[in-house]
């Protein structure tokens, strides 16, 4: 009687195919969770960045604005300052949005820069046309790094700060 040996050690080969296809699914799955990870942290380092750069801008022009004696009212533009000073053998300084980038005395202050505004208003809290005769400015500075707000998106840092002024004579 001969007995029909059967080999019970080993795998055959559409067993190792099938696993093969198995962990390339996995592995697949992972990168692909790992890597929308990687880009989600990349994309708000680059956006706490903006907020970081935006605030610093801001501050500077709200101390600036703050400490001035007196406004220019010779330009009608709302996305225009000039403030005069009389000490430490400063002159003036002008914040101006030209283009997408924010300029401080006509040299980039902060780019990316989505909306900038002032409106001034009177010490009831009235806005003021005459820019001189204000006591209190709203500032509203708004970027966009991936340029979507022009086609309806929304600005990627908005900040809204109030300057209320102490130099001028008010």
């Not at 990687?38 to 400490?67: P, Y």
């Amino acid at each position: 009687m001969v007995k029909n040996i059967i080999n019970k050690k080993g795998f055959t080969l559409i067993e190792l195919m099938v696993v093969v296809v198995i962990l390339g699914l996995i592995t697949l799955g992972a990168v692909s969770f790992f890597g929308g990870g990687m880009r989600s942290w990349i994309s708000g380092q680059f956006q706490l960045q903006a907020q970081r750069e935006t605030r610093i801008a801001l501050d500077r022009m709200v101390k600036e604005i703050r400490e001035g004696d007196s406004i220019d009212d010779g330009n009608s533009d709302s996305d225009t300052i000039r403030v005069d000073f009389n000490v430490l053998g400063k002159t003036s300084v002008t914040y101006n949005l030209s283009g997408e980038s924010l300029t401080r005395n006509g040299a980039p202050f902060l780019d990316n820069v989505y909306l900038l505004e002032f409106t001034y208003l009177n010490s009831a809290g009235i806005i003021e046309t005459n820019k001189s005769k204000a006591s209190k400015i709203l500032i509203n500075l708004q970027v966009d790094l991936d340029g979507d707000a022009s086609t309806g998106g929304n600005p990627d840092v908005i900040l809204d700060t109030e300057v209320n002024l102490r130099n001028f004579g008010l």
